[in-house]
């Protein structure tokens, strides 16, 4: 299956379309891999307590 996948792609160019699902698709899968493996989000949120300053 994953064969048949590549060699379509190489035959006709993907879309910009399918391009975006994909990167959409990878980028999910990343937030679950770190999210499963209990590691902090990539976003820098101020923890209660911290003298940090919101803009």
């Given at each position: 299956m994953?064969?048949?996948v590549v060699k379509d792609?190489?035959?006709?160019?993907?879309s910009v379309e399918d391009l975006e699902a994909l990167e959409t698709?990878?980028?999910a899968g990343f937030?679950?891999?770190r999210a499963a493996a209990?590691?902090?989000?990539?976003?820098?949120?101020?923890r209660p307590g911290s003298r940090a300053v919101s803009k």
């Open positions: 994953a064969l048949a792609l190489r035959v006709a160019p993907a698709d990878v980028l937030v679950l891999a209990g590691l902090p989000k990539l976003v820098d949120t101020p």
